[in-house]
């Protein structure tokens, strides 16, 4: 049967196909489109409380690890180059062992022309004793002489102003030898500043300097540390606890304390002390519904020494739960 194009009506016969095509197309394009509802656990568990603490007042709050001794940024003293690093992060030093050299040519040089200095000031002051004995010894002998004609005066003043001219030259030798003796104890005391020591016993947590690179004296800013060390000897846990929470807190509890997005990990650290002081939230977690314009009571755990503990790593988040007090929660 053949169709007839002249019969064909755009308005009633093509149109309508048309727009059972475009409605099926959407269809499709709509289901294929649509998300994968299906239901999955997710990948990280979010921290939640377990045992004892699971069905009792608690508080939680969110921190960091840090070392016993806190954080110590290590500065130089003095500014220049620095000719060796000794450590390297990861390493355990003693108190006052080498961490890095600054280069101390320049108070060598310095310390090298106070001792010349010292050497000829002692020169000095032998050459003035001994000319200083000998006028002594001669005015000594003229005034032993009875007979007062036998040494004109002349004499008798001569050897006078030469031991008094001795004396002085003897006490400006010392007074040299007192300033060039200063000027090698102020020489060796700025070589010891430029060797930049461990001041605890603890491990370097970041170096950040490399030799030949130039340091200059910290005096505050954003200016990065030179090395970080601390002691990490117990490990600490410095916990945020929001302050319309503060009050519920049972100070001196232990705290189960979890890594950030290891919930199935938990260690019970214990109480160290609580910051006397309130303080601006800094720590965030980048929670949605985190509240950053709060402060804070900042309280520090100890974590056990036991294998759990060896994920725990300084500057690591961790989620922490902490017993609530009955009181404060019986009195709300």
Known sequence: MAINLSNLSFSRQILPVIAV?????????????????????????????????ANAPRVAGSGLVEPASEIIDIGSALSGLVTDVRVEPGDRVEKGEPLFLVDARAARARLAEANAAIAEARAAINEAQTARATARQQLALYESIDDPAAVSRSEVIRAQGEADAATSRLGVARARLSAAQAQAASARTEIGRLTVR?????????????????????????????????????????????????????????????????????????????????????QLTNSAAERVDVRVLQLI?????????????????????IPANKAADEEG
């Open 198 to 282: 461990a001041p605890i016993s603890g491990e370097i947590l970041a170096v950040n300097i490399r030799p030949g690179e130039f340091v200059a004296t910290q005096g505050g800013g954003n200016a990065e540390p030179f090395i970080q060390m601390g002691q990490t000897d117990p490990l600490h846990v410095r916990i945020d606890i929001d302050e319309n929470e503060a009050v519920r807190v049972k100070l001196g509890a232990q705290a189960v304390v979890s890594p950030r997005g290891a919930a199935e990990i938990q260690v019970k650290a214990s109480f160290v002390r609580a910051e006397p002081q309130v303080v601006p939230k800094r």
């Open 301 to 321: 755990y100890a974590l056990p020494d036991t294998q759990e503990s060896e994920v725990f790593r300084v500057g690591q988040q961790v989620d922490a739960f």
């Open 21 to 53: 095509i475009g409605i099926i197309a959407a269809v499709f394009y709509i289901v294929s489109d649509l998300p994968d509802r299906e239901v999955a656990e997710p990948q990280q568990q979010p921290a939640k409380a377990t045992g004892d603490l």
